[in-house]
């Protein structure tokens, strides 16, 4: 029983290492910059992979206030006046990826350093 077990953790292992493209992660490179930081508010720019199977990302800024959220096409976006909760340096994004049909493929929560 222990070998099968085995083998089919191997198999599983194999499959992802190997990977199959239809089942590549969007989001798998997040890059993030912050410029303008006053201690207040700071430019934050979020650039990601190129997904072909993406049609719409929705960006979204929750330590913001109010909160934020904006719809691009694109693999980039800039929010301006990004806030961090109080008391903080933090502040709490999010990127969510969609397919044709409008269902998620998938989603990325991003906690950013405004005092980097």
């Not at 997904?51 to 929750?62: E, F, L, P, Q």
């Not at 934020?68 to 806030?83: L, P, R």
């Amino acid at each position: 029983m222990k070998v099968i077990a085995s083998l089919g953790l191997l198999i599983l292992v194999a499959s992802v290492f190997l990977g199959n493209p239809a089942f590549a992660e969007s989001l798998d490179n997040i890059r993030i910059s912050v410029s303008n930081y006053d201690g207040n508010s700071a430019t934050v720019k979020i650039t990601w992979n190129h997904d072909d199977k993406t049609t719409n990302y929705k960006i979204g800024c929750v330590s913001c206030n109010p909160n934020t959220e904006k719809f691009t096409t694109g693999d980039s976006i800039t929010f301006n006046n990004v806030t961090p909760f109080p008391n903080s340096s933090s502040a709490m994004l999010y990127v969510i990826t969609y397919d044709s049909e409008n269902k998620i493929i998938s989603a990325k929560q991003l906690i950013v350093d405004l005092g980097q």
